[in-house]
């Protein structure tokens, strides 16, 4: 996939990997049937930010 500077820019911006690990990830989770100490094993084509939480 071919991007602009822009698009590169927003992706691999810092800001995006803490809303996706401090926002998304816990909404995820909070809406998820997963035991509280549950496993998700994450495949996807981009790199990944969240941590072992």
């Not at 992706?11 to 989770?29: S, V």
């Amino acid at each position: 996939m071919i991007v602009n500077k822009l698009e590169l820019l927003l992706m691999n911006n810092p800001l995006r990997a803490f809303i996706q690990d401090k926002l998304e990830a816990k909404r995820l989770r909070e809406l998820s049937s997963l035991p509280t100490k549950g496993v998700v094993l994450e495949i996807g084509c981009e790199k990944s930010n969240t941590n072992n939480q």
